[in-house]
């Protein structure tokens, strides 16, 4: 889905904006449609419904955000060995066996996940940088090619990402867990 379709739009806004843009659109079909074709207009915004109580659900299972904020002041003070048992805890409630990658050779890639037979590498030990650039993510895709790795997840807690890494994450099929996201992966239960 395009990240600016109508429908992700409305699955990042607040749930009850979608049943408001269902109202107008029933209320357009009885204002603009001919009586015996207010059903068919009425139902346009079913597939709008469907996303409002999508978001709806997604929204109300969301952590609270004073706990979000809680968890990510827990994770700036953390050092490395316990941030890392705190993420491997987390992705295996999660369903996943996590191994821990050692120090030597491979430096890229901090723990592998699998599930199902796919593998995912993570590489989470730069955490607390302020700025992540291309270098890590390109260290963590070699990582993932020679791994056989069908997924890499580069963990940048509390910095920032510039545009040219979050692209190559993207063309790369890295997925990069920042702030909110961190937090709402270590508080999911």
Known sequence: M?????FAVLLRSPWWISFVVVG????????????EYFVVGA???????????MAAWKQ???????????????????????????LATAWERAGYTVER???GGNNAADM??????KTTL???????AATHGVEPLRELQAAMVAADASAGVYVAALGQVSDNARIYARDHGIVVLQGDAVAQLLLKR
């Open 60 to 86: 109300l299972r969301a952590p609270n955000p004073a706990k979000v904020a809680e968890m990510l002041d827990a994770v700036a003070s953390m050092p490395w060995r316990s941030f890392a048992d705190t």
């Open 2 to 6: 395009s990240e600016n379709s109508l």
């Open 101 to 103: 990658l050692g120090t």
């Open 43 to 53: 139902l346009a915004g079913f597939p709008i419904f469907v996303v409002g109580c």
């Open 112 to 117: 592998r996940l699998t599930l199902g037979g």
């Open 24 to 35: 107008l659109i029933t209320l357009a079909a009885g204002a603009f449609l001919p009586k």
């Open 122 to 128: 993570v590489s989470a030990k730069r955490w607390k």
